[in-house]
């Protein structure tokens, strides 16, 4: 016969922590505390199975289940020395709901099953306080009223309220026993109006009708939907927990109180929580009263004046205590319990991992492992990567007044203040002045780089996680608030308009990068504080992980940041960058108005020793380690002015007219510049270009050598490579230069060239690719757009309605969507190997900064990942758990990866 | 021993016309011409493994081949009864190069060798001709010290200039053989000058250079070019054929032409030819002296007056048109032969397939089927599809003058004569009022469908083979240049210059769109005439292809010539075409206004019975074949208007002002619409455009099956899905409108529902899609955009660059790149037929039409390709050669297919 019943706390207790597939989270929770011998009120689940039963057989229960919840019922009134339905002392029930995993929209808790006009007698009676025993029957039968038998709940607040305009009485505390009793006929008359039943008053009734309930409440609309967006098969069905009621609410000696194990804001390995005296479970969250701390250190700690469980109910405290190490010593990680005190007697209600801030968490490790509670490897995989990403960005302060105006998305994190300007060279200029400025643009382009790398903070109306604001954002480390679509920029009148609000230039907002959010006014932030914790989970990490973890920068202070936040080489270095410079962005100009490749050349000998500068400079910061190099890849429409202005400054100064800048720009004008004349496809028609590139990498890596003593090792990456014929193309070209410059110079050094495999293509045809191929590096930015047929630019106005609706599970752009793109990825992995058996492969989009991508990372077997500097402690650690779960922790890093 | 020399046409012949790797392609067909009896001089081919040989051992011949080659011309001396060398009667031979295929920029021939100071008097004297001996001499002396010596040829020609000068005269032919004497010394001056080597005298030493010259020029930089372009490997080397000279200038019994078996322009069955008596082979093509006709009857065709071969030389031509009958016969092709006689004794020179124009192979295959020579199953393989395209469009009258003024791509075929025009607007009011109107545009947008439609040709500065010009103008039918970057559109001037030339709103011009060229004024087309032998042609095709041909087809009239030219259905009935019908433009743009759903809904509720009576009419012409209808693609953007005058015009009419229209404009702006909110991305945010549609669909198909009784059967077909989450809550909302509309209707109709696979993603993830598809329909022209990562409005600037490089062999926009998005293609038909064994697969993109794609689909094994109404019967018989070869000729097609 199956067994549709588990009986916890009582005669005795059937199930433990790890049925929770069978008993849900709480029901196996409560088991799991009852066989630790810690009071817990007698009770018994009722398994999911029960439910796929029921939806499987039209509604009906199991008929063996009315036995056996009779079974379960009698055992607890057998320890009880109680009867359910007693009008002398009647026992009373809870029915809660109860989810392998907790889970919005359901049906959460009905207490005080089993009170009717005789049960409440006898509970009057028992408890001493008729006040008391109404108080509870009125709660149960709105609660009831409500959730089981679907009367609305303000209809039952109107009653009360009357009641108490009738009584003159404001507050609930001053309805007297009769007023409650008053209560009771009002609502079971609007029970009986609105159902067209009476009111249920056989604790039978009442039980099966909780059970029910929650059972119905598992196929609701809103739980439905949330199964469907998260993924939650619909068959794992819910259980029901049926248990003892016990109150706080009983006097001087009944308490009711949360806590947990350790501080969870902080870590600190103290005993925290709240009770109150004399209260109920919801009065410690309701706000009128306000909760005393548990302990005196607490009560220190929060700067309160009440008195401390600890003074108050020192026998009380002293068994909490024990309870507290016993669970962390059993579950070993910080718990998050509720308990009751009853009339001098200790019970808890819940036990379950307690949620905690990312400061919290590292300390928490660092400290169990300390405490010989967890081992390092463990300790690694508690930290949630992204909880760490809060840790490294200054953040508001949790405390400040907010005035939220707008809210875009959370682009970059950290928090920002300042002064709003609406283009580059204002807030270069207002920074320069020392002005802390805030960016504000419809959408950024490199052309703005000047500006953002002034600013504190960048704010956009247009443009998704990875438009070009986010990305350079995110690789600056800057706050960035993206696409938030209510404001509108004006930049000719120079103030930004959201609904009637008008915030001109100069004025002050803040932005929170982290949750979106655009603040008027200054609201003040906290700076992060990197905890020595830190340092030594890394470290543990860094022992465990097998890939390597690069940094996506090409300036001095991204390079430094990088190594400081341990980046073990760049991944990618975009050389475009480098060309916005006002000193250089005039030869870039000049060489695509030269008419012949005679005059892209004269222009290109103006950029090749500030190139080369770069080149060195970058080579002798990473001093040894291992730098990838991206040859031009955007398209030289990026590099022309688009401002009637600018056109006027490049024209005069270019000696053309207006005229034919803009003839230029209409020829180059893209309809798709993303699909258009850029990558490797200016390689192959301007050849010039990249042979510059190639002499300034060589150059630059000789006189980075000669300075260092150290070797260099350039990686030189082609971007957007389709074929095997282009790439050898190429190649060609830049080992051709690097023999000039060897010969020229009388010394050589190492080198590769590789490319991205970014296009669909590349990635099919990854086998011939490889033959030519040292390395290659997955733009899965760029994979993602044409695999998905996405432009991340276009995206923000659907890709929400795609993840909500859950044709997405995540944002693609930000996590790398494993299912498709992800093929592509395998697929050229694979073939690449056969090729090539040892070919270094490594990741260079957004998506290698990204925990759940860095785990498909180490699952196809790259050699690296690179990402923002401020997102490697992010991939350090991330790393290092795929390692840990597929088995590969520890394994030997390769020297050149 | 290896044999390296094979002998043909003396003692022996030792090759075949199969024999084409090894002795080459003029060598086999010598060999073969000797085989059959026919007169061929004596001569022998060195082995194309000697070339190889050559070049993998040092530039050394194998030892044995010196010998080898005596031994071959011994066996010539004995045949011909002279000696090479011999002072008195000396052996003439020529060199030339013979590959498998013909090549350019090889060497070509060497004439004449065995000449020098001494062996010249034996042929003054053999052939009682000084002037011919020395005349003869003299060119072989320029013709070795060009090609074998490299001597500059114009230096050559400067001595015989001089010469001529100094002695007063004009003409080669009034050169003295005293004369040539003096030339000769004079070149051989030169070449020692030079080379600083004498001019070779032994006739041994001339024929090693002349062999040596022609191995040589395999590897000459313009071979190896041409050989990397056409991926032709390095190893396949060069025969070279040595050959006795036998001469036509020999007086008046000598003579020389070349002929055709067949009229290769008309195809009609007579001895075509050209022959010149006393003449070598170069006179008749040098245009000096006027070639006369074969035969009476192409006298007659030609209108000439001077005698026919046919009168003049009656014995000889008897000879001639009985080798004509035999290759023929042999060949079983027009073959294209070259003959010399040389006092009264016919020779043939090169006999190989005859190039014709398409009208002449429709009717020599339809007359050699009729004749036994060939059967049925050949006659379709004989006809190049690509070479189809021209008869079903006008062309220029190839008679007619010509003022190109510039070229642009060959985008869809024809010739069309029209006053320009700069808008769509102008050029259908022009139209409206009788002129043949050219609508010239940067490039076109939907927008602009009416003035296209009211066009007879396209013309358009910007923009590749597959822009939006070029498809839709090949979808009509409709003669098209593109991307003609010389001329720019001036639209305020309304002119349109190209360099100094301006031509204003109103003139004429000529468009070829079958060569890309743009002419001035107007030049006089000739109308298609599609003859008796197409119409049995076809036939025979359809009785052998497996795969049924479709239309994209949406209007009545694209219809309708889809069914005149065979096809079985509609692949691609693209509804937002639809859209664009000034009546209905409003609605849309009203929808695109809207605020919310309901605005939506009230402006779809007037495009309502538009598109239900779009559909009805389509349903009806394509009475009982299946239709598949797209629902709409494009952004939203695309329906809105761009020009000042057009936004103030809707402005007034939607009683909105300019300012709102343009800030709708710029929300709806797209950094890459072809990877925006388009496609099924519309279906999902908008679902009430798609519910409108599937609306019409369904109301229209029973309003056509109640008027035609026949059975319509529509395939419902979502565009640009990568999931099948994504295609089954569409699908879902599809079928709820079927039932909607049978419920009210009464009656209900077979439909399906499939999709477009276009993305990458939807190709790696087709099991999956499959589930919830019950057709796959690949849109190779997204699938290739994002597949390579090129936007195929943005290609045309480097796509040339990748084709003549080698990068790409074809342009992938008009025939698919089997080896990168084939894949994305043969990965959807596997992983679609693993989930659904019987999918119906077809294939919609431009590629539909193109043989070599359309090859491709019948490997793969799709059920039907779609095309362009103007390019069916080109699938017609590429789907049939594809079976052919595929051997599947003749398979069922499936019905529903």
Redesign the interface.
Known sequence: MTKWVYSFGGEKTDGRADMKNLIGGKGANLAEMANMGLPVPPGFTITTEVCTYFYANDRQYPKELEQQVNEALQSIERFQGKKFGDPKDPLLMSVRSGARISMPGMMDTVLNLGLNDETVKGLAETSGDERFAYDSYRRFVQMYGDVVLGVEHHDFEEILDAHKRENGISLDVDVTADGWKEVVKQYKALVQKETGEPFPDDPMTQLWGGIGAVFKSWMVPRAVTYRKIHEIPGDWGTAVNVQTMVYGNMGETSATGVAFTRDPSTGENYFYGEYLINAQGEDVVAGIRTPQALTEIGKERDGSTLPSMEVTMPEIFKQLDDVRHKLEKHFREIQDLEFTVERGKLYLLQTRTGKRTAAATLKIVSDMVKEGLINEEEAVLRVDPAQLDHLLHPRLDPNAKKDVIAKGLNASPGAACGAVYFSADEAEAQAGAGKAVILCRTETSPEDIHGMHAAKGILTSRGGMTSHAAVVARGMGKPCVAGAGAISMDYKQKVMRVGDKVIKEGETITLDGSTGEVMLGEVPTLNPELSGDFAEIMAWADKRRRMRVRANAETPTDARQALEFGAEGIGLCRTEHMFFDPARIQAVREMIFASDEAGRRKALAKLLPEQRGDFAQLFEIMSGLPVTIRLLDPPLHEFLPHEDKDIENFAKIAGVTTEQVRRRLGELH????????RGC?LG??YPEIYEMQAQAIFEGAIEAQKKTGKTVVPEVMIP?V??K??LK?LKDRVIAMAEKVFAEKGTTLEYSVGTMI????AA??ADQIAEEAEFFSFGTN?LT???????R???A??LG??VE????EKDPFSSL?Q???G??VEIACERGRKTKADIKLGICGEHGGDPSSIHFCEKVGLSYVSCSPFRVPIARLAAAQAAIKAGTAGQAKKKAA
């Open positions: 893209e309809f798709n510049p993303m699909l258009g004349h496809r192959i028609t957007l389709v074929s014929k282009e193309m970014e296009i669909p293509r099919l045809c760029d757009q044409t695999g998905l047929g996405m432009s630019d276009d995206a106005v659907f309605e795609y609706k859950g044709i997405f969507d299912e498709g793109v093929q592509l």
